[in-house]
Structure formats: structure tokens, C-alpha cells
């Protein structure tokens, strides 16, 4: 039998990372629960230490996942492994992911330490979270700019403190395929008790080659890879799980190695993840872009219709396109509602929150025919956002644009429970919806980003608005959605600014280099 290749997902940890793409717990919880399903081996929940609100996600992650192993981050320091083993409590399947730098730039101008001090300090942060759970990950972050001979001494020696999977980060995205996959055979060769650990990898995308150096490091004998949904990541993303994973299933006759993951829940991932944290997937995105399965050449189209594999290595229906879709209607009821969006991940705990659900899905079905599973989403993303008593949400909205006259915008906004009108004018109605917001909340953030697409076919399509704004250097994302432009605007910049105003911002696990 071949070897399986652990699939160690890091969306909600290091794609959280990506300026912007912070998510609540509940939208974590949702993306853990369509990971689960999806049976990824191992899901890195968050960074505990970073908030009180990672804490808590980490922890209702651990509690909720029962079929993945539930995995927290923790620095080479005793307060952020013993506050990842708090939050991994209660977990069926826990595991601590200790790291600490062994590059000679990180050891020298961020950790102020010698090599000596870095390996005592990584055997120690291996054995600490050893007195929590078996199931240690050790990381030599800057590894890919590491010297090897120091690599080797470090990785024996957390091995020999107890350390279950070694991680080799390229954390700047530096190496090349055959450098990398060249660095993973000596270190499995030159590390004496390397049969003793896991050899993972974690490649991010600086030069466009995590997925390369990922996919030759398990040519060369690594057995776990950690990725992230659509290549998310911070800077330009990490490793996108949806193509290691295909290109391993796709290629067995090069890998000596399968995974055990349900395709065919890949692409609801996908969306769910986008839909979730305003990062739109660009239509030629291999396995998950709107045109990944798509032919528009005569030549092409031809050879498809008489022999799918003439041009596709895979079929769309393996990766979840087109699976299990249901197009709910006007006339739809209760009964069918509830159990699409059971498909999908969502279950109601509360009757009364299942039924604001259908009052919105039913508002939808007045404006537009069809509702799909992408409609779906957006809208209970929406409601749950209303839901998370946000202090400042949209009422109503007048728009006027007329050919000549200068747009105008009247907007109510509820501040605190207290209803405040504004009006303003502006270039187009969005900028002066944006205006009339403005000169309620007075909230000193600038636009960096505003984009617009249709979450489905048709004309009468929800429109899906994300925006990006910066508050004093910090980067926030929002979304809003609805049939009508202008309003789906005004909700994903009020959805930004509330993250922007009365959400705290979280510690980075590079921010502050361990003493």
C-alpha cells in the first residue's frame, strides 16, 4: 500500500494572516466544520495567544471537530503553549504546533540569540507541550534560509525531546523545487532519528512556487503538507490545498503517496472561504476558478464532447462542480430550505434564528428566480453578520443618479440601537453613500479597495461588494450582498468598519520574538 500524505490545513491560522481576512469565530467554526467534511487530517485552528477571540475560536473549533485533529500555534514561550493547550482542552484529536527561528538573519535581528540559546529554547517549548498531548509539531521557521548542519542538530534534538512532526517552513517563499526537495532528502538522510517524525512542509508563495516546492519536498520523502484554501495566505498566500491535492490524486503514477480527503467537497470550500473572507478566486484558478473546467475553443469543445480526456485530466464533478445542486425558488419551503443549507454546513440551533433565515431567503426569492447554493451563502454570511450585534448596521438606503446631476445618497444607519440620517453627495451613488456613512461615523479610515461581482448568472444576479479599508495600518476587509449595488456597498463598508472600530487587533506569531 502507498503511503498516505497528511494534509494539514492552515486557512483559519495562516490564511487568517492575509490583510483583511480576519474572521469571527462562528465564520471559523463554519470553515473547520466544511474542512471536517471534507476529511482533512489536521486543522490549525489559530494562534491561541494572539486575542481573547482566538482563544475562544480555537477552543469552540476544538470542541465542535471530531473526525480532524484539531491543532493550535504556540511560540517557543511557555505562556503561548500553555495557552494553546487550554484552548485545545476539550478536543477529541489535539496537537500543539511549537516554532521557533533557525535561520542566522531571524536569529540575529529578531531573536537577538545564538544558535546554542535557539536550540535550547525549541528542545524546551517541545518539551513543555509534551506534558499536554503526544502530538507535537515542531517548526524551524526560515528553514529554507537555514544552514543545514545547524538544521540537523535542531530537528534531532526536538525529536528526541518528543517532537511527533517535524515542519520545514520556506517562510519567505525563497527556494526553488529542486533546492527544496534536494534540502528535505539530506535532512531525512543526515538526521539520525528522522524515521522517528513526520517530515512536513509549509511553502509559502513569494515567487509563485509554494505548490512546486510543496509537491517535490513529498517526492523526496515529506509525508504531511500544510496549505491553505485558494492559496491563502499573508503577502502573496501559501500553498493552495485544492491543487497539492489534486495533482497527488490526479498523478499517482508519480507520487508515491494518496491522500484521504472527499474531493468532491473542494470547490464548496472554496467558496465557502471566499464568501467568508471577501477573497474573491480569479476565474483561471486552477481546480476551483470559474474556468477551470471551461472550453471556449471550437478545437477544444470538439475533442471534449466526443472524449473528456482529450483536454481535461480531471472530471469537474471530482472536485465538487456541479455536485448535489439544488436551485431553490419562490415556492420553496421550509423543509427543503433547511436541508440545503444543512448540505452546505449550517444547522440551526434556535428555531427563531431559522426563521429570520427563511424571511431572508424569502425577500431574496421576490427579487430574483432562481436561488442558488452560492446565494445561499452570501445570505446567511449576511445574516450572521446582523446577527453579531455589529454597533453600527444599515436601515435604509435612497440612491439618485441621473445623466447630468450630481448623485445623491440618503442613508440611515442604527448607531449603537440609535437610528442616525445623512445625506451626501458624490461622484457616483456609491460615493456618496460611502459620504453619507462617513459623516455619521467620522471613522478616519481610508478606502484601499472596492470591488464588485455577480455571486451567479443571470441579470438578476446578487451583486457580492467587497471592500478593504486601513485604519492606521491596519488592513480590514468587508462584504456586503444584495440584489442592488449601491445597498450591497453600504453594507460591506459598514461590515468593514465595524471590524475596523470596535474589533481588537490580534498579535501576529512573528510580531514578538522570544527572550
Not at 491543532?71 to 495557552?83: N, P, Q, T, V
Not at 503526544?134 to 524551524?140: G, I, L, M, Q, T
Not at 528522522?194 to 515529506?222: E, P, T, W
Not at 485544492?242 to 491522500?259: G, K, L, S, Y
Request: proline content about 3%; overall charge negative; charged content about 25%.
Amino acid at each position: 500500500m502507498k503511503d498516505k500524505l497528511i494534509i494539514f490545513d492552515t486557512t483559519l491560522r495562516d490564511g487568517e494572516q492575509s490583510p483583511g481576512a480576519s474572521m469571527t469565530k462562528d465564520e471559523k467554526l463554519r470553515i473547520a466544520k466544511a474542512l471536517e467534511r471534507m476529511r482533512v487530517d489536521v486543522i490549525e485552528a489559530g494562534f491561541p495567544i494572539a486575542s481573547p477571540g482566538d482563544f475562544e475560536a480555537v477552543r469552540q473549533v476544538a470542541e465542535s471537530v471530531k473526525n480532524s485533529t484539531v491543532c493550535g500555534l504556540a511560540r517557543a514561550l511557555d505562556k503561548d503553549i500553555d495557552r494553546a493547550a487550554a484552548a485545545l482542552k476539550n478536543a477529541a484529536s489535539a496537537r500543539i504546533h511549537t516554532f521557533i527561528a533557525t535561520s542566522p538573519i531571524h536569529m540575529r535581528e529578531k531573536l537577538r540569540m545564538g544558535p546554542d540559546q535557539v536550540l535550547a529554547q525549541a528542545v524546551h517549548a517541545v518539551k513543555r507541550a509534551r506534558k499536554y498531548t503526544d502530538n507535537v509539531e515542531f517548526s524551524p521557521e526560515d528553514a529554507g534560509r537555514s544552514e543545514i548542519d545547524f538544521l540537523c542538530r535542531v530537528l534531532e534534538a526536538v525529536i528526541d525531546a518528543g517532537a511527533t512532526t517535524v515542519n520545514i517552513p520556506d517562510t519567505v517563499g525563497y527556494n526553488l523545487p529542486h533546492q527544496f526537495g534536494e534540502l528535505i532528502r539530506q535532512l531525512i538522510e543526515r538526521v539520525p532519528n528522522s524515521d522517528k517524525a513526520v517530515f512536513s512542509v509549509h511553502c509559502h508563495n513569494d515567487l509563485g512556487l509554494a505548490v512546486g516546492n510543496s509537491l517535490s519536498a513529498v517526492l523526496n520523502g515529506a509525508r504531511q503538507v500544510e496549505c491553505t484554501i485558494n492559496g491563502l495566505g499573508e503577502r502573496a498566500g501559501n500553498a493552495a490545498l485544492e491543487e497539492i491535492v489534486m495533482t497527488v490524486r490526479t498523478r499517482q503514477d508519480v507520487f508515491p503517496c494518496d491522500i484521504g480527503l472527499d474531493t468532491t467537497q473542494i470547490v464548496h470550500c472554496s467558496k465557502l472561504v471566499s464568501n467568508i473572507t471577501g477573497f474573491p478566486v480569479q476565474p483561471n484558478k486552477a481546480i476551483v476558478g470559474a474556468n477551470a473546467f471551461a472550453h471556449e475553443s471550437g478545437i477544444h469543445q470538439d475533442g471534449v464532447m466526443k472524449s473528456r480526456e482529450t483536454y481535461e485530466i480531471m472530471r469537474a464533478q471530482d472536485v465538487g462542480w456541479h455536485t448535489n445542486r439544488m436551485v431553490l425558488g419562490k415556492h420553496s419551503g421550509r423543509s427543503a430550505f433547511r436541508a440545503r443549507l444543512q448540505d452546505l454546513g449550517f444547522e440551526f440551533e434556535r428555531e427563531e434564528d431559522l426563521n429570520a433565515a427563511f424571511g431572508r431567503f424569502k425577500d431574496l426569492a421576490d427579487k430574483k428566480h432562481d436561488i442558488y447554493d452560492e446565494d445561499l451563502l452570501a445570505m446567511v454570511t449576511d445574516a450572521i453578520h446582523d446577527a453579531a450585534q455589529d454597533r453600527l448596521k444599515f436601515v435604509a438606503l435612497k440612491a439618485v443618479s441621473e445623466t447630468g446631476e450630481t448623485p445623491k445618497a440618503t442613508i440611515i444607519l442604527s448607531v449603537d440601537g440609535i437610528e442616525k440620517q445623512a445625506h451626501a453627495e458624490g461622484s457616483g451613488p456609491v460615493d456618496a453613500t460611502f459620504k453619507a456613512i462617513e459623516s455619521i461615523v467620522a471613522s478616519g479610515c481610508d478606502l484601499q479597495l472596492f470591488s464588485i461581482s455577480n455571486i451567479t448568472t443571470g441579470a438578476d444576479s446578487q451583486g457580492e461588494v467587497t471592500v478593504r479599508i486601513d485604519k492606521g495600518g491596519r488592513i480590514i476587509n468587508g462584504q456586503g450582498a444584495d440584489t442592488d449595488i449601491v445597498v450591497a456597498s453600504a453594507k460591506a463598508y459598514l461590515n468593514a468598519l465595524n471590524k475596523a472600530l470596535y474589533t481588537p487587533p490580534r498579535t501576529h506569531p512573528q510580531a514578538a520574538a522570544p527572550v
